[in-house]
């Protein structure tokens, strides 16, 4: 199991988590209505020039988190220069690799705790109308740890059935696609169990 | 208690995966993605209660900016033309789960009409919904957009239902929609 947060602490691990979901939060805001290569070219230097502020371990290991993104963006740009416009299509992949090179500066520079915990604060207010805030934190934590993981195993199995097959991915996939997830999913809750279960303090 | 809980979390987590596949742009900017076909699962495989709690988790991590989408993230796509669609698919998928614990026929068959009902229907609604508040469209206009998807999620609710029978012969206790 890999993880998504890097294993030293650097300068902006030292920001609280709540600000940089907060500035997550904005962007991801504030940059829907925008489209333009030129624009998402200087973003995305910027962020890069964040992830060398890390360090170039650092930036290596930020990198190295974009890789199961870069074949979907190929496709993306493929798409849209076949089917529609290059420049068009250059302006969304453009968008989407900044958005996930911000995401993963946060999620690299926060522990999943202090994600869980920022996101607990937040919602703390709505826990008095019986809102279950520590297992919602909990469910966060775990989704964003997990998605890489299924993302490789999806590719996974398609790379084992092209290996076996003359033909592209095909949809029986989705089974054994989901009965892994299905046996991680027992795995993980008796992992769970195994450290005190998920605790609801009323 | 731990178990259900978890596999709504990694359902949430399969969500955002089928999120991240390609999709297919349509007039008016509503885009076709196997999302939906992760929704569908959701709601058959883990019944109406933690259906919606895995697609409430995905839209929240969706909400929270995380790029999980091929339009990007953030609080922002609920605003965009196609944000009705979203809130369909939390209705949605808790639908599909009602519709399989109330009907007694086989998994495969109850799973393709929860489908339809609680995947097509209840989705459309509220996609034509947010269509005609968000992106300005007249009812009839908004709802005819929807055709157009109809080909592409009837093969996802057939899909569905196959894979759910599937799990169910494979992983019986997985199936919260039919303990």
Redesign the interface.
Known sequence: MQSLTLPYRTWAHALPAGYK?AA??L???????FEGVLLYTIAICAVLALYLSLGTNAARFGLGMMRP?LI?LA??LL?HAVF?DLAEGLG?VF??AF??LF?NFVTMTSKLSDMADAVLKALAPFQRFGLPVE??A???A???R??PQ??NL?MMLIEAWKMRSTKGAS?RL??P???N??????R??EA??ARG??QHKP | ???K??????????I??FS???K??MPFGVPITAQSLGIM?AGA?LGARYGA?AVA??L??V??????T?R??????F??PTGGYLIGFLLGAFVIGLVMSKLRAGVQASAFVACLIGGIIIVYLFGTIGLHYLAGMAWLDALNVNWIFIPGDIIKAV?TAI?TA??YK??PE?VLSRQ
């Open positions: 979901l997550l939060v962007v991801g805001f504030f940059t829907m209505p993104f979907l496709i993306v798409y529609g969304i968008k989407i958005l996930i995401a297992k919602i909990l469910g966060f775990l989704v964003l997990f998605i299924f993302f999806g949809w989705l089974l696609f989901t009965l997830i299905i046996d991680d999913s027992e993980v809750a769970l169990r279960g998920i | 208690m731990e178990r809980f978890v596999l709504a979390v990694m359902f949430a987590a399969l955002c995966v991240l596949l390609p297919f742009m699962l495989v709690i988790i995905y929240a991590i909400a929270l900016g995380a790029p999980l091929s990007g993230g953030g609080i922002g796509v605003f965009g899909l894979v599937q799990i494979f992983r997985a």
